[in-house]
């Protein structure tokens, strides 16, 4: 153990050195006028990528190119370096007899890791590689760390999610993710624009969160003297945007749970919520499903998915069962056969499936699905029609009040969103708040809390509406093939190291 820490020191007595030539290197910079650090823009003409796809008409014409230099070999009179933007790596040829004397020897002390602008002429070098010839170098901000090292890159999943900024750099397939991120969001607007649907912004900050079964995290607002609570959905306040008027809205927002983390589950993500007046959960499986299959084309431009050892096929129509059903299929357990919560925990004793005091039959129906249905559906699959108890903001079914017209939508054995033919009938919507309050006072911290305002809005009345949640995050992931949630958000939560705090 001594040796490992003797090793250990010197190890770090030897990167401590090198960081001080670093800093050397830019103290010397300055004392000779060459700060990079008071340069405030660099024109670029091109980035790498926009080069090698259009050489046949660059070759021989100048461009400007600004990136980070991730390599760099030295050889007498000429060297050669490769830059980094955000589209990819380029190769720079960089001569002493074409940028000066002084400019070369300037060169040849950057570091791997600077930012560089480099201007010069586009060329393919004698072992067929696309490049530019040099005529400018400009450094335009000195790194003062090292990136990890090129043949190891940077592989602690740890170090990986809190440096971000590192994992960038190193990871071109990050890079890549969190471009396709960005491109589902987008895709989603553009499918939702052209449906009419206007895309609004609610509080995150509530006296009151509802609109899902969850634990939120509570501050205090200083200014009102007043303790309010992160937002753990969107729900109640878009539907009263549908009361007022705005028959088809949306949100895509941040949300918060105070819960734990695990690879599908992180305490602050992104969701989408919809609502749209005069239609159904049926007119919302329609929707979800003609939007899964426009982001997968614009994303992936392909109505296949690949994650892991499943492959998922969006060109079928998706399938559509109701949740009894689903546990009749799988679990061989049939519901409608079950008189009363008393039964129901009997066979629930016999299958070994945890529940609590409090739980009536439609709870125990619902843990019978997560026990023996979600793995299975992995092809895109609506279940519909679930018990009331789990369902406070849901019409029940006109034929059989014990259900309610909900479904969620699975993929890869995941719930990937939650839709109802939502509730609007105030009294009836007041009833399911009580039984709310009441799971609350019996110890339930996930329940909903009474919302006034909200009854009081529909009060005034909301027209037959339908609504959906969908995860970001989760649809990212299914996108590419993601295996954690955490790999699919720029920042995801992580606990404070001491030097955080």
Known sequence: MAQNQENNGGAQQDINQLLQVRY?????????????????????????????????????????????????????????CNIQDIKGRIQAYVARDEIGEDSYKDFKKYDVGDILGIRGTVFT???????????????????????????????????RYRQRYVDLIMNEDVKDTMIKRSKVISSIRRFLDEQNFIEVETPMLVSNAG???????????????????????????????????????????????????????NPEFTLMELYQAYTDYHGMMDLT??????????????????????????????????????????????????????????????????????????????????????EHLIQPTFVMDHPIEISPLTKKKPENPDYVERFEFFMNGWEMA????????????RRRFEAQEELLAAGDDEANHTDEDFLNALAIGMPPTGGIGYGIDRMTMLMTNSPAIRDVILFPTMKSLPNDK
């Open 418 to 429: 939650n839709a109802y033919s939502e509730l609007n009938d105030p009294e009836d919507q």
């Open 24 to 80: 050397d290197k830019l103290h010397e910079l300055q004392a000779n006028g060459k700060d990079p650090f008071v340069i405030t823009k660099y024109d670029v003409t091109h980035h790498s990528t926009d080069v090698k796809e259009n050489y046949d008409e660059l070759e021989g014409k100048e461009v400007a190119l600004a990136g980070r230099m991730m390599f760099k070999r030295v050889m007498g009179k000429a060297s050669f």
């Open 125 to 159: 070098t004698k072992t067929g590689e696309i490049s530019i010839h040099a005529k400018e170098v400009t450094l335009l901000s000195k790194s003062l760390q090292i990136l990890p090292e090129k043949f190891h890159g940077l592989t602690d999943t740890d170090t």
């Open 289 to 374: 499903e003609n939007l899964f299959r426009y982001v997968a084309e614009q994303v992936n431009g392909s109505l296949v998915l690949t994650y892991g050892e499943h492959t998922m096929d969006l060109s079928k129509p998706f399938e559509r069962i109701t949740m009894v059903d689903a546990v009749k299929k799988y679990a061989n357990v049939d519901f409608n056969e079950i008189k009363d919560t008393e039964e129901a925990k009997k066979i629930a004793d016999e299958h070994h499936i945890e529940y609590e005091k409090h739980h009536k039959k439609g709870d125990i129906l619902n843990l019978f699905f997560e026990e023996y249905v979600e």
């Open 211 to 265: 609109g899902a079964a969850a634990r939120p995290f509570e501050t205090h607002y200083n200014a009102l003297n007043e303790d309010v609570k992160l937002r753990i959905s969107l729900e109640l306040y878009l539907k009263r945007l549908i009361v007022g008027g705005m028959e088809r809205v949306y949100e895509i927002g941040r949300v918060f749970r105070n819960e734990g983390v695990d690879t599908r589950h």
